[in-house]
């Protein structure tokens, strides 16, 4: 009997999912693949960007163009960075500790999350000699405690994070369907490692079980920003009117996020809500995007849509699992090289002001538009 073909070899971000779908068991695919209740905002996510259309323009200079872009002080090789993703030694072995190396090699910008299984100290020695990195920045969830909150504030900084990102959408899980029917728990060896003694959550009131009595407000926001030595990004925002709250409380940008449809479901795709967002601030905060974003065209239209750069989630733990960090390196190359030719065949030379005229306004037929061209 002959030898099976070998498989071949991932040629786009969904190539590394289809194979890591064969390598995660069901415990760790229920956690990286699952989304809240029935999953439409996970989908969607990934439908609004598919529905919002180039406009390419030909014979366009193209000879001095590069990917470079400027984000809180920094020169980015490119608009990517990898989004905070928990417990990524479900995954592989080594972790965030591979992925984040894989990242900076790739010159891409990195979110460990609080939720890391690897210590934030180890990434940032592994991370942060690395000439070609993108940005290290690290993603909090206030913990009820401003002691030991400020203490993981403290411990970031030293290690030499350059930003904190402050997820402020979510208070508390969604209903992720996929985790319960999978009984989804965590192996030994796999913790929140950098959470250790935590102290325990405060609880009050009657809304789910009291969990609520320890949900960050905006003073929560004003306190961190008072006390933060770093930038502080706030990752969450979906409405206008919370972004320019966000601007008066001193955060210095903003993640356009919905959690990848994590939290709750039905909330608005984020290509959705990132020109809304855009138009609302008029420039006064740089805006980060993240949910859905599969190619590089997706990352060309966020940047016509109003963002600076954009956050990969689920690709890269997929990446991870299929070939460690070769496989992390591999996928944010796969997307960059994407970036280059949907740069190359729509007329753009630069990412500095991608324009939005870019994008056809569908808004008058039968496509439809999953955004609003300025009045």
């Not at 405690?145 to 994070?161: K, N, S, T, W």
């Not at 079980?209 to 004003?222: E, I, K, S």
């Not at 805006?287 to 016509?304: F, M, N, P, S």
């Amino acid at each position: 009997m002959s030898a099976a073909a070998p498989a071949a070899a991932p040629v786009c971000l969904d190539d590394y999912e289809a194979l890591a779908r064969e390598r995660l068991d069901a415990n760790a695919w229920a956690y990286f693949a699952g989304g809240a209740a029935d999953e439409i905002t996970q989908r969607a996510n990934r439908e609004a960007w598919a529905a919002t259309w180039l406009q390419p323009r030909v014979l366009r200079a193209l000879a001095q163009g590069h990917t470079r872009v400027e984000l809180l002080g920094r020169t980015l090789a490119h608009p990517v960075l990898v989004a905070p993703m928990a417990f990524q030694r479900l995954a592989h072995d080594s972790g965030e500790l591979g992925s984040s190396f894989a990242a900076a090699l790739q010159g891409a910008g990195v979110v460990l999350s609080a939720q890391a299984s690897m210590p934030l100290e180890e990434v940032a020695r592994r991370v942060l000699p690395e000439a070609t990195r993108g940005p290290l920045w690290f993603q909090l969830y206030l913990q009820g405690d401003r002691g030991f909150d400020l203490e993981l504030v403290r411990r970031a900084e030293a290690a030499g994070f350059e930003a904190l990102v402050l997820t402020v959408d979510a208070p508390m899980h969604g209903a992720r369907d996929r985790e319960r029917r999978a009984g989804f728990a965590l192996p030994p060896g796999v913790a929140a490692v950098n959470l250790a003694g935590a102290p325990p959550l405060p609880r009050g009131g009657e809304l789910c079980g009291g969990l609520l009595a320890a949900a960050p407000g905006w003073d929560d926001v004003a306190w961190l920003r008072a006390n933060a030595r770093v930038p502080l990004v706030l990752k969450g925002v979906l409405h206008p009117d919370d972004a320019k709250r966000a601007h008066a409380c001193g955060a210095d940008a903003l993640i356009v996020s919905n959690h990848g449809g994590r939290t709750l479901d039905t909330a608005l795709p984020t290509a959705w809500a990132l020109p809304r967002i855009a138009d609302a601030l008029g420039g006064a905060l740089p805006l980060l995007v993240d949910g859905g974003i599969r190619r590089g065209t997706d990352v060309l239209k966020a940047l016509a849509l109003g963002a600076r750069a954009v956050l990969v989630g689920r690709p890269i733990v997929y990446a991870l699992a299929v070939a460690g960090p070769q496989g992390v390196a591999h996928a944010l190359r796969l997307l960059r090289d994407e970036l280059e030719i949907a740069m190359a065949l729509t007329g753009i030379a630069t990412l500095d002001a991608v324009p939005r005229e870019l994008l056809f306004d569908a808004s008058k037929t039968h496509l439809g538009a999953p955004w609003e061209r300025p009045r």
